[in-house]
């Protein structure tokens, strides 16, 4: 993963605003280029790294007193590295400058910064240095985006900022989170943002600094000017509310008053929301409707690559797609400008990994990206190992959507996320014969869109309830842009009432007016008077390989549900589950075929694409009209890989067919089916049939 170069030193103001001066960034702008701070740094330890070799107390306390902010980056920077790469030199370095801290300034920043990195958990530093990483972006962004000072990029500055602040804080790293919250403020003032400067967030924001600073013990320039700072505004009543300031508060009104209730908007009045990318690098960063979205990368969307020499291109972008190469038996590129030769490198691990690249031309180009991964030589197939491990004849990538744009409307932060992968933020759900599914069926891709900090993101919908208000949203061209028109709506409420587990997703298409409409109904929901139907769902247990999981979609016979004004709706789904089939009869012989075998839900609602829970039903057979039925018989499923080349890959999300034998003279049969104990659906019961 590229990283960006260590982060601007950041010069401090000395003095703190007047009590009722207009709002002045906390922060200035850098002295000179990178390299010049950069430079600082390596004087101040090549002088600290002679007095340490000379033993000269005196002279180590001199050049911490007067460099204190270099002081503060060896001391981060040594901790760290401790905890990574221990050795004698950084063990002696750390406790020269703990002690010099100590005999300096008096306090426990350097003893509080070696026990936390010391102690980290692996978990712990994967996530902090995923945080740090983004961190260093950001900054790098708002140094960037000084001389232009657009206003809309400080605004998603501003909800990157305090996202990270809060993330950093949750993995113990509060250093770093003040400096987030210190660059949040700077995104609010008068200076950058002029007429929309936001006195509340500037106030909020230093006091969260201070306290974070408080927590490690560390009463530098940051510390003292952001709490002088929250001192001045706090008198002046900036603190009095900070409602705004939670996340969900307006893009405040010209000048420094309070702003509007979150996310609300002028009925009738449009916004146009621009966007910025931003890769999702991890799988649990949000819950997204999207079937794929977990470890079982087996059944990953996936581009596959012969010999060296070889081309492919991702499906889903289509025409838009950039050629992947095969260079090597190891190595992989995308060619993104297409002159035939390999711009970035795929990283080919059993890990998950980022990758990002442009796609489009001219005005439409922009940043896109996947996850990827390759397979193993144990890799499991509906309970069955196989070798999915590169060779030099095959190279599988397996591919999972982790492209979003990150936006704000008035005040309230907005993710969307491509996760049908067509390298359009905001599309419409495009349907796709998966494997698995029963003939003539598609399962929907939709991609999805987060609201404020909320983890677990909504459908993308043409109508959409953002912080209590509902907007219209229609796409600008790839979606770099979303236009959003407040609108007022009647509306009721749905509830799920299901049986036999919890779906974790249950999407219903509005009909009419909100046929571009998409809503979860997993949750109770609040939802727009008018008809609906059935889109989408999903029904998971368990955890990583072992999770059981299918794909909920409409049945044939479904009823449509509607929606009335300040009602609640029922969505009646789920058990008692029984089986639709189809099965052909012989003169001495039934043959039932098992991939027409699907579990069905008490609405007609069908469960297909089951994997690890492929049913294993017990067939009988009676005489049409008579009362008892034959003695069950079993059937079976794909359980060795050889069975694969015999079978097909498709006979797996099913059981194999089953020939029964008639006994005695029989005219017509009657079938039925039944489980007693499925790992997903548990007790599974057909009616008979004919």
């Known amino acids: 993963m590229f990283r960006l170069p260590p982060p601007r ?123 740090k990483a983004r961190y260093d972006q950001a900054n790098a962004k708002y140094w960037a985006n000084n001389t232009k000072r657009a206003s809309q990029v400080y605004g998603i500055l501003s909800l990157e900022f305090e996202g990270l602040a809060d993330q950093l804080a949750l993995v113990g790293d509060h250093y770093f989170a003040a400096q987030a919250w210190i660059l949040r403020s700077q995104c609010w003032t008068e200076a950058n943002r002029g007429e929309r400067a936001d006195l509340y967030k500037i106030c909020r924001s230093c006091k969260q600094a201070y306290l974070a600073l408080a927590r490690v013990d560390l009463r530098d320039r940051f510390y003292i000017d952001s709490k002088a700072r929250y001192d001045s505004l706090a008198a002046q009543g900036y603190d009095k509310s900070l409602k705004p300031e939670d996340g969900e508060g307006g893009e405040p009104a010209p000048g420094t008053g309070p702003p509007a209730a979150g996310g609300a908007g002028t009925l009738g009045a449009s916004s146009t929301v621009s966007f910025a990318f931003e890769m999702v ?95 193993s030589s144990t890799d499991m197939y509906q309970g069955v190992q196989i070798n999915m491990a590169p060779t030099d004849e095959q190279l599988s990538i397996f591919l999972v959507a982790g492209a979003s744009l990150v936006g704000e409307l008035n005040g309230v932060r907005l993710r969307i996320l491509d996760d049908n992968m067509d390298g359009i933020y905001g599309s419409a759900p495009i349907s796709w014969e998966h494997i698995g599914l029963s003939k003539g069926l598609l399962q929907p891709e939709m991609d999805s869109v987060v609201v404020g900090k909320s983890k677990r993101a909504v459908p993308f919908s043409e109508y959409l309830q953002v912080a209590g208000q509902w907007y219209k949203f229609e796409t600008q061209g790839v979606g770099m842009e979303l236009l959003a028109t407040a609108v007022e709506l009647k509306t009721g409420k749905a509830k799920l009432a299901f049986k036999g587990g919890k779906p974790t997703w249950l999407v219903l298409q509005g009909m009419g007016t909100f046929e571009n409409s998409y809503f979860d109904v997993s949750r109770p929901t609040e939802l727009p008077v008018g008809k609906y139907k059935l889109f989408y769902g999903e029904l998971r247990k368990g955890k990583k390989q072992q999770m059981a999981k299918t794909v909920i979609l409409p049945g044939k016979s479904m009823e449509n549900f509607e929606v009335f004004e300040g009602k609640t709706t029922k969505i009646m789904l789920g058990g008692p589950f029984s089986y639709d089939f189809s099965f052909k009869e012989e003169e001495s012989s039934i043959h039932l075929k098992g991939k027409t075998v699907v579990v069905t839900g008490t609405a007609g609602e069908r469960y297909e694409r089951p994997w690890n829970c492929v049913p294993r039903p017990l067939v009988s057979w009676r005489k049409k009209g008579s009362k008892k039925g034959s003695k069950p018989a079993k059937t079976h499923v794909i359980a060795q890989s050889d069975q694969f080349s015999e079978y097909g890959w498709d006979a797996s999300w099913a059981p194999l067919d089953l020939v029964l034998e008639k006994k005695g003279k029989v005219e017509a049969a009657e079938l039925q089916l039944s489980e007693k104990k499925n790992k997903l659906f548990g007790k599974i019961k057909s009616d008979w049939k004919e």
């Open 281 to 375: 690098e991890d799988l649990d960063d949000f819950e997204r409707p999207n079937y794929f979205l977990d470890e079982l990368h087996v059944m990953w969307s996936s581009v596959t690559l012969k010999k060296k020499g070889t081309k492919a291109k991702f499906s889903s972008l289509g025409d838009i797609s950039p050629t992947i190469l095969r260079d090597g038996s190891a190595l992989a590129t995308v060619d993104v400008d297409g002159d035939g030769k390999g711009d970035i490198q795929i990283r080919l691990t059993g890990n998950l990994e980022p990758l990002v690249f442009k796609i489009g031309q001219g005005d439409e180009q922009r940043d896109w990206g996947v996850l990827t991964r390759i397979g």
């Open 9 to 131: 030193l950041l010069a401090l103001l000395a003095l703190a605003a007047p009590a009722l001066a207009p709002a002045q960034p906390i922060v200035a702008s850098p002295p000179g280029p990178l390299a010049r701070a950069a430079d600082g740094r390596s004087e101040f330890r090549e002088a600290f790294k002679k007095a340490q070799a000379l033993n000269s107390a005196a002279e180590m306390q001199r050049l911490v007193k007067k460099h204190n902010a270099e002081a503060v980056s060896l001391i981060m920077d040594t901790a760290e590295g401790l905890s990574t790469n221990p050795g004698e030199i950084l063990a002696k370095r750390m406790t020269a400058l703990r002690k010099t801290w100590r005999a300096a300034i008096d306090t426990d920043f350097a003893e509080n910064m070696e026990k936390y990195f010391s102690l980290m958990d692996p978990v712990q530093k994967r996530e902090r240095g995923k945080l």
